[in-house]
């Protein structure tokens, strides 16, 4: 034995491929004899990309970037792909694939005269066993209850002036005191709304929502709450002390 060592070096290598042009990472094995040029060929049967529009990114197998992969006659084994390595493609052509393009895909329409004659599609099956909106008992208990609401609200906002003192109570959040600033209705959701200054910084906003102003106050210190959440009453602001030695 003449003590030398022997390194054997697995021609073949696993690697994950990803590209700009799809959201999928996919698995292949290569040669480690085949240039880079001919990697980006057998590539283009795999991604859909154009070899000449190819830039390729060498990843190991954590992930972290190690090299550009931008000598086409270099070979694929003088870089360091090891087993799990990623090889990310970047498609300079700018081109999508064309099965995520739903652009290109045909849209199936039925004329609505059509429709409402067949036998079998699900608006027939929910009118047959009356299911949502073609039960009409069901939709009228449904219109009733949120008519008896909305009649509920407006009769409690109301009962409320703006200036008034009031103590807030919602579930699960801690009661506040403040003052009514905004009583109706509101472009952010539907019903009846009050608005509040609070006297701590326990509020959302300064009385502004999605651009449109309701009232003033300091930032933080603004809400709004269903009326139903809201009495009004001799409630003062709470002297903290702060004039106190």
């Known amino acids: 034995?003449?003590?030398?060592?022997?390194?054997?070096?697995?021609?073949?290598?696993?690697?994950?491929?990803?590209?700009?042009?799809?959201?999928?990472?996919?698995?292949?094995?290569?040669?480690?004899?085949?240039?880079?040029?001919?990697?980006?060929?057998?590539?283009?049967?795999?991604?859909?990309?154009?070899?000449?529009?190819?830039?390729?990114?060498?990843?190991?197998?954590?992930?972290?970037?190690?090299?550009?992969?931008?000598?086409?006659?270099?070979?694929?084994?003088?870089?360091?792909?090891?087993?799990?390595?990623?090889?990310?493609?970047?498609?300079?052509?700018?081109?999508?694939s064309e099965f995520s393009d739903v652009s290109k895909v045909e849209k199936f329409e039925i004329p609505e005269d059509s429709y409402e004659k067949r036998t079998d599609?699900?608006?027939?099956?929910?009118?047959?066993?009356?299911?949502?909106?073609?039960?009409?008992?069901?939709?009228?208990?449904?219109k009733a209850d949120l008519a008896a609401r909305e009649e509920e609200q407006k009769a409690a906002a109301d009962a409320i002036s703006v200036?008034?003192?009031?103590?807030?109570?919602?579930?699960?959040?801690p009661t506040k005191l403040g003052t009514v600033m905004y009583v109706g209705t509101a472009d952010f959701k539907p019903g009846y709304w009050v608005g509040l200054k609070y006297d701590e910084p326990m509020g959302k906003h300064d009385g502004t929502v999605n651009g449109k102003q309701y009232f003033e106050c300091e930032d933080k210190y603004g809400g709004f709450v269903k009326p139903q959440n809201v009495t009004v009453g001799d409630f003062p602001e709470e002297d903290f002390g702060i004039d106190e030695m």
């Open 1 to 96: 034995m003449d003590g030398g060592v022997t390194v054997v070096t697995n021609p073949l290598v696993n690697v994950r491929l990803t590209s700009s042009i799809s959201s999928f990472e996919v698995q292949r094995r290569f040669n480690r004899g085949i240039s880079i040029a001919e990697l980006k060929g057998k590539l283009e049967m795999v991604l859909g990309a154009t070899p000449s529009c190819m830039d390729l990114d060498l990843f190991s197998a954590s992930d972290k970037f190690l090299q550009k992969m931008d000598d086409n006659e270099a070979l694929l084994g003088s870089f360091p792909v090891d087993d799990d390595c990623r090889i990310h493609v970047t498609d300079r052509s700018g081109q999508m």
């Open 121 to 142: 599609s699900a608006r027939s099956f929910m009118k047959k066993h009356r299911v949502g909106v073609y039960n009409e008992e069901e939709m009228a208990k449904k």
């Open 163 to 173: 200036g008034s003192r009031c103590q807030v109570q919602v579930s699960g959040q």
